[in-house]
């Protein structure tokens, strides 16, 4: 079985991080240091694959980091890169190939991902936090009953500037087809509709 290999590069300021093997993508983040963006690659792997820290960057993990900095600036970004979650719980599966669904400029809840790929909100926040694959796997994207943001990698401000910057204006709601199911997803815009209706 071929390495899982390490990436890792300074973009403006933020640092992204990948584990690939074979083009394959096994963990994605970001972090404000490189020795937290190792460290976090690190604990994402599963235990029992052995991997390194590449020595130079491959042409294809040139093109994931720049699109984790593309989709962390909140623009439109194609992801097709092929994501390796075989080794996760059937349940987290479901739940972040159905959040994975989620489109730029929209936001959605996790009751309503629980109404489309069953459990509960619990259990769907619970999935979530144990998500390898940020940016790529828009978790960022999924918040409370209340619309409110709620935390992201224990920083509730970090989520807030995702979304701000994914704000893209739309108004109307959406359903979305998922293995059958709907999936209702809702603007951006609605966090900030929420926020000024409770200060008043």
């Known amino acids: 079985m071929s390495m ?34 190792l460290q976090e690659l690190l604990e994402s792997l599963p235990y029992n694959l052995s991997f390194q820290l590449a020595e130079k960057p491959s042409s294809h993990s040139m093109k994931l980091l720049k699109t984790l900095k593309t989709i962390f600036d909140g623009k439109d970004a194609t992801s097709n890169f092929e994501t390796v979650m075989d080794y996760m719980p059937k349940y987290t599966r479901k739940v972040l190939k159905c959040v994975s669904m989620v489109p730029v400029g929209y936001i959605t809840t996790y009751g309503t991902v629980a109404k489309t790929v069953g459990g509960s909100p619990r259990a769907v926040g619970n999935a979530m936090a144990f998500n390898p694959i940020a940016l790529l796997i828009p978790c960022h994207r999924v918040v409370r009953a209340d619309f409110s943001v709620g935390s992201y990698g224990l920083n509730g401000g970090v989520k807030r500037k995702l979304l701000q910057r994914e704000d893209r204006g739309y108004r109307e709601d959406v359903k979305l087809k998922i293995n059958g199911e709907a999936l209702s997803v809702f603007p951006v815009k609605r966090l900030w509709r929420q926020k000024l209706s409770s200060s008043v």
Do not use: P, S
């Open 4 to 37: 899982i290999y390490l990436y890792h590069q300074e973009i403006d300021g933020t640092w992204y991080g990948a584990a690939m093997r074979d083009e394959k993508v096994y963990a994605t983040l970001f972090a404000t240091t490189e020795k937290e963006v």
